[in-house]
């Protein structure tokens, strides 16, 4: 079983709505959490860290879920440019303070359509 | 400030054939990472540095070797090339005590033919 899981999509979703999608871990001590988005052939972009209860940027809601071990992403009203892969990243190491052994997942891929 | 660059952007070896990966970040991050990309994969962690004078393997580090110059540089070596290492490769750095959150290069595309 991978340490990180996603659901590689693609999500195709009309601009305007909203869509989400999870990832799963596998280590129950993983103390931090983070979604970065990648355009195609680019690198990865860091879009939001998750660290406890879950967070909020704009159109943009991380949740976690310990109970379950996931990690979701919703984006609400879609905009064309939010077209990307989004990459779920969880620290592998006990604690936040630690410089981290970080665990990418293989990314879930957005499609926002006009 | 550029971030992190790396250099070349695109490369092609011959099975056998050695060469360096350039990275340098101008952020005075403490600590720098090694990834490849393969399709369906995600990121791979190869080799890291925690810090200037350290170096630690990651989850793929089989093939590869790196050093950390200073703060500011962070090379990967492929000693003899072989097909398995065509990839996309990324440089990263993070600042430990901000959490964690790393800056990526805008990567390093290798064909090993």
């Known amino acids: 079983r991978k340490e990180v899981e996603q659901d590689p999509g693609p999500f195709n979703v009309p601009e305007g709505a909203t869509v989400a999608f999870n990832c799963t871990y596998s280590?129950?001590?993983?103390?931090?959490f983070f979604w970065y988005r990648q355009d195609c052939r680019k690198e990865p972009k860091l879009l939001m860290s998750v660290y406890s209860s879950g967070n909020e940027d704009g159109r943009f809601t991380a949740q976690l879920n310990r109970a379950s071990q996931y990690i979701s992403l919703l984006i609400r009203d879609s905009k064309l440019s939010d077209s990307a892969t989004y990459l779920c990243v969880v620290n592998m190491e006990e604690t936040t303070d630690s410089w981290g052994k970080f665990q990418f997942g293989a990314g879930t891929q957005v499609v926002v359509t006009p | 400030n550029a971030g992190v660059t790396q250099t070349p952007k695109f490369q092609v070896l011959k099975t056998g054939q050695s060469m360096t990966l350039q990275c340098a970040q101008d952020m005075n991050h403490n600590s720098m990472y090694w990834y490849r990309q393969d399709p369906g994969m995600g990121l791979r962690l190869i080799y890291y540095?925690?810090?200037?004078?350290?170096?630690d393997k990651g989850e793929v580090p089989n093939g590869y070797n790196v050093s950390r110059l200073n703060k500011r540089e962070f090379s990967l070596r492929l000693e003899s090339a072989a097909p398995s290492q065509t990839s996309v490769y990324f440089c990263a750095s993070s600042d430990v005590p901000r959490g964690g959150e790393q800056y990526f290069g805008p990567g390093t595309r290798l064909t090993v033919t």
């Open positions: 540095s925690a810090s200037e004078g350290t170096t």
């Open positions: 280590n129950s001590a993983s103390q931090s």
